[in-house]
């Protein structure tokens, strides 16, 4: 990711790198998934798990992202969500 950082013009190759690197590190769903709903009152362990893992794992792709950009995009969705709220 370090060598081809998304520029603007190269989003194809760019996202093709990120995919790949996100299925080694089996998170690749993130980009895929919407958020889960919020748990309800009640919530089985194996939902609350899942709800987590899933939010984790969507701070660790944000991070992955921003830091295959270049700085001048980073600026432009670094203070941005990943998901709606």
Known sequence: METNKFN???YNDWLRN????LDFE???YVLDKPLPT???EGSSPEE???FDKWLEDNRKVRSIILASMT???QKLYDRLE????
């Open 71 to 73: 700085n001048e995009i």
């Open 26 to 28: 089996n998170q690749g």
């Open 38 to 40: 919020a748990l309800p």
């Open 82 to 85: 990943t998901f709606p709220r």
């Open 48 to 50: 609350r798990v899942t």
């Open 8 to 10: 603007g013009t190269n």
């Open 18 to 21: 990120l995919r790949i690197v």
